[in-house]
Structures are given as structure tokens and as C-alpha cells.
């Protein structure tokens, strides 16, 4: 069962939103999101979050209140659409703003608990959660084509099908993962702990 959220950053190109939307996935507004995506000619389910940023009474009746500032809204509506049921969930509208917002969408796929596969969207490249709770992660990447694997939580890494490979190393966030390449193949990642794949798809 797949979701798509629709987050308060700098709103998506219309290839990026044909790519990413679909008529059978229910669409979130994260807060002030719900805006974007409505100015867009998105149909929004409903308002998630806190509702500091976007007015309720336009959106009455489709308002999912989240309250508890220890966790951000996109962090808070990522546990929500798990607890659903979501496994698959796309994420845009995490680009643009200050480099703290940006850094905390990244940090929300540590703050989501296990049970989906979550996508947030760019102009140009995807970044894929992989909790080792879901397994093994793979991917199709071109020969040549760079991705990057960083650790958010320190652990073992291991990442085969790719030009550097890494075999149970230890790893914590740092630059060591920016750009590999692919060898035309298949790339497989996995880790003890929550890992982020940057990629083309």
C-alpha cells in the first residue's frame, strides 16, 4: 500500500510530481505542504501535523492534528502512515528553505520506525531509506552512474554490485559513501543501522 507526501519546501517540477503521482495514491499534506499541493492542481486526502503553518478552516474535516514538538511534522507523519499500513511512501517537497529543515527531512527516516520503503524525491535524484529491520536494498545503477550510501546511525555496512565495494565495514555518517559508481548491474546495500541510498532512482 503506497502513500505520498507533500512536504512545505520548494515546490516540485511538474516531472518530478508525474513521475511520483499516481490517481489510486492517497496524497498527505505535511502542514503548510498541503498549500503547495493544492497551488500545484493536487487533490490533498488530508492536513498532517501541527497545523502551525497552514489555515484548518480551509482544509475542514481533512485535518489530522500532530501534536508534540520533540519530533518534527514530517518525522510525526512518517510514523502515522506506517501505523496505517503505508509500506511504500514518496516523499517531495523536502528541497529549498534553510540547510536546518533540509538536514532534518533526512533525519526524519532515522525518527520512522521499520515496515516501509520511503522515497523522498529531488530534481535529479531519489534518496531511499534502508532499515535493517527491511532487509537488503537493491537497485539498478548504470555502468558509471554515481549514487552515495551514508550511515545516519553507526553500524556495518555492506554494498556489492558497485566499482567500491564494502564488506561489513564500520561506518558512521561522514563523507566516505559520496559518489560510487555502478557497474551496470544490480547494487545491493545493507547495514545493522539505518542507512540512506542517493541515486537517480
Known amino acids: 500500500m503506497r502513500a505520498f507526501l507533500w512536504c512545505n519546501g520548494s515546490i516540485p517540477s511538474s516531472s518530478v510530481i508525474d513521475l511520483v503521482v499516481s490517481a489510486d495514491v492517497p496524497v498527505f499534506g505535511v502542514d503548510g505542504g498541503a498549500d503547495r499541493a493544492s497551488e500545484s492542481g493536487i487533490e490533498v486526502d488530508e492536513v498532517l501535523g501541527d497545523l502551525d503553518s497552514v489555515d484548518a478552516r480551509d482544509w475542514r474535516g481533512r485535518v489530522v492534528e500532530l501534536i508534540g514538538q520533540t519530533t518534527s511534522d514530517l518525522a510525526k507523519s512518517l510514523v502515522l502512515l506506517i501505523d496505517r499500513g503505508f509500506t511504500e511512501i514518496?516523499?517531495?517537497?523536502?528541497?529549498?528553505?534553510?540547510?536546518?529543515?533540509?538536514?532534518?527531512n533526512w533525519a526524519a527516516m532515522l525518527d520512522a520506525p521499520a515496515g516501509a520503503i520511503i522515497r523522498m524525491h529531488h530534481e535529479s535524484r531519489v534518496t531511499t531509506r534502508v532499515h535493517p529491520e527491511d532487509g537488503e536494498f537493491s537497485v539498478e545503477i548504470g555502468q558509471g552512474e554515481s549514487?552515495?550510501?551514508?550511515?545516519?546511525?553507526?553500524?556495518?555496512?555492506?554494498?556489492?554490485?558497485?566499482?567500491?565495494?564494502?564488506?561489513?565495514?564500520?561506518?558512521?555518517?561522514?563523507?566516505?559513501?559520496?559518489?560510487?559508481?555502478?557497474?551496470?548491474?544490480?547494487v545491493s546495500v545493507r547495514g545493522d543501522g539505518i542507512l540512506i541510498v542517493i541515486s537517480n532512482s
Do not use: C, Q
Not at 528553505?97 to 538536514?103: A, F, I, R, Y
Open 90 to 104: 514518496d516523499v517531495v517537497g523536502v528541497d529549498g528553505g534553510e540547510p536546518d529543515h533540509v538536514l532534518g
Open 147 to 186: 549514487f552515495s550510501v551514508f550511515a545516519l546511525e553507526p553500524g556495518k555496512v555492506w554494498i556489492s554490485g558497485s566499482k567500491w565495494e564494502v564488506n561489513g565495514e564500520f561506518l558512521a555518517l561522514s563523507s566516505r559513501g559520496l559518489h560510487n559508481e555502478g557497474e551496470g548491474g544490480i
